[in-house]
């Protein structure tokens, strides 16, 4: 996830944009190509101004909601950097949710996204994502006030330090610093040693 929020009524949708519409249309197809194993979709009718990352089955969905796909604010880098941290929920390997053992943490998710999915996506279609242009777009809509409790949360449910981290200022953060998913990595590993299983994620 970005950040589920409901758009408020003021806040401009482009649905109507037939240019828009192309490029939702063209990055949903380039995803698709480039990861694969995944499927990629829009929910149209969704305002909401989030991407999710699941499981139904036993195939792996990434959907792209209406709020986040047509928002005014929001051009291509801020889209690609969306759907680059929820294929990083399924591809990359490290912390995982707390509700969701197959699915990677935020924090490696957003790590994965600038990083490794950033160039496989560059080597399979020639774009490279300015994600310098994206933390700005989001920026613009993203609204938070609670913040994460150190103790045992992600630190990447706090847009400050994610946002930091994707522009690589300031100290690497990694997953070491996830108090969530470090308590999950334990848990996780300790199932499949009992039970032999496959890493999750991959
Ligand atoms: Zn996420
Ligand atoms: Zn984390």
Known sequence: MLFAEQLSPDEVSVRENPERQALVRSLLHDFGRTFPTIEFSLVYEFRFLNAQA???????????????????????????????????????????????????????????????????????TGYSVNIAKAVEELDQVIGQTSQPNPSHDCWALSWLDRKNSMLKKGPPRGPGECRLGELMMRATNARQVEGGGQRPGV
């Open 54 to 124: 699941l499981l139904l089955g036993s195939g792996r969905h990434v959907k792209l909601y209406g709020g986040l796909a047509f928002h005014n604010r929001l051009g291509k880098d801020a889209l690609a950097f969306a759907l680059l941290h929820e294929a990083g929920h399924h591809l990359a390997i490290g912390s995982r949710l707390n509700w969701n053992p197959c699915l990677a943490c935020e924090c490696v998710s957003d790590l994965w996204a600038v990083n490794e999915g950033a160039s496989t996506l560059h080597e399979q």
